[in-house]
Nanobody
Framework: VQPVESGGGLVQPGGSLRLSCATS??????MAWYRQEAPGKQREWVG????????IYSDSVKGRFTISRDVTKNTIYLQMNNLKIEDTAVYYC????????????WGQGTQVTVSS
C-alpha cells in the first residue's frame, strides 16, 4: 500500500512540472504531498486531497500548485506551475485511511530541482 511517486526532475524558475503518486490501497480516505528541502529539515506540508475531492493547500503554493485525482488509476497528481527556486525539495506522497489520523503510508520521494 506504499504510494509510489514519479515525475520529479530539473526545471527552470517559472517552469512547470507534474508529479504523480499511485497507490494500491483501496481504503484511502485522503492523500497529501509533503516536501523536504534537505536531510534533517522538517518536512513541509504542501497540500492534500480528500476522498470527496476537496483540496487544501499551504499558503506557499496556493495559486501555483494543483492537486487532482484519477480514480480509475488510483493516482493523484501535483501540478506545479510558476516554480520558484525555493520549491526545490524532495517531494513525498502520503496517505491515510481515516480523517484526523496520522499519515500512515509514505512514498520514497522524488527530487524536484528548480534552477537556472
Amino acid at each position: 500500500v506504499q504510494p509510489v511517486e514519479s515525475g520529479g526532475g530539473l526545471v527552470q524558475p517559472g517552469g512547470s512540472l507534474r508529479l504523480s503518486c499511485a497507490t494500491s490501497d483501496i481504503f484511502v480516505h485522503a492523500m497529501a504531498w509533503y516536501r523536504q528541502e534537505a536531510p534533517g529539515k522538517q518536512r513541509e506540508w504542501v497540500g492534500g486531497i480528500m476522498v470527496d475531492n476537496r483540496t487544501i493547500y499551504s499558503d506557499s503554493v496556493k495559486g501555483r500548485f494543483t492537486i487532482s485525482r484519477d480514480v480509475t488509476k488510483n493516482t493523484i497528481y501535483l501540478q506545479m506551475n510558476n516554480l520558484k527556486i525555493e520549491d526545490t525539495a524532495v517531494y513525498y506522497c502520503t496517505s491515510r485511511r481515516a480523517p484526523g489520523t496520522a499519515w500512515q503510508y509514505w512514498g520514497q520521494g522524488t527530487q524536484v530541482t528548480v534552477s537556472s
